[in-house]
């Protein structure tokens, strides 16, 4: 058992619901978890890509938050830095990237190695890795598909991490392979024709939308963001 680090200097925006549990925005990521798990009750729900329509729009915050309420409810959770061009969770969680997914994927590091712990009781991460030159092509390899079986047998969920939706094909190529995806939008900077393409782009890669969050909405109760999530029918 990991113990929690008073240490950790997680940045009170980027991983709230770790350093202040109890705060509105944190209970908003505890109402995600409860509305994902209560979306599928026939459905085993396994893996789940987190993604957005472009940049900026907090995904990466979320998938981490999502990930720590997770862990908090006592379930064993794998937080993967699917985002092979531009890698965050390393920063997030002050973790060395030098090995990781990517090196997994190249076969240069056992999924031993590649692991981490976070300091969060329950919470693993598998940080991005170097950046390779080609990210499509190793997210759509047969080692990524023996990697998730290998995933799925340690871990009761694991959450992906991903590039934005209309960027690259790289999200399309893991929302293919997990069981859901949650999109994120920015209520300030997401037009509303990016968050149709970005619905439509999940639907081709034939994965479940599980949910929408909406990001950066304002609410009197806190003098700083707040997140709203809602699950489509």
Do not use: W
Request: net charge positive.
């Amino acid at each position: 058992m990991v113990k929690k680090d008073k240490n950790l200097k997680y940045g009170a925006r980027s991983l709230i619901a770790y350093t202040e549990p109890q705060s509105y925005v944190s209970e908003q990521y505890r109402t995600l978890r409860t509305n994902i798990n209560f979306s599928s009750p026939d459905e085993n729900i396994q893996t789940i890509v987190i993604t957005s329509a472009g940049p900026a729009e907090g995904k990466s915050t979320t998938a981490a938050n999502l990930a720590v309420v997770y862990a908090q409810e006592g379930k064993n959770i794998l937080l993967v830095d699917g985002d092979l061009r531009k890698p965050t969770m390393h920063h997030t969680f002050k973790i060395r990237n030098i090995m990781g997914l990517s090196s997994i994927l190249g076969r240069q590091v056992s999924l031993k190695a590649a692991i981490k712990k976070t300091g969060v009781n329950g919470l693993d991460i598998l940080t991005s890795g170097q950046i390779p030159p080609n990210p499509a092509e190793l997210l759509a390899s047969k080692s990524m598909d023996v990697l998730l079986d290998q995933l799925k047998s340690k871990y009761d969920l694991i959450i992906f991490d991903s590039p934005p939706m209309l960027s690259v094909t790289d999200a399309q190529i893991l929302a293919y392979k997990c069981d859901g995806v949650i999109l994120v939008l920015n209520s300030k900077s997401t037009e509303k024709q990016q968050a149709i393409k970005a619905k439509e782009a999940i639907a081709v890669s034939k994965s479940k939308l599980i949910g929408v969050v909406l990001n950066n909405y304002s609410n009197s109760k806190e003098n700083y963001y707040n997140t709203y999530s809602q699950t489509i029918s």
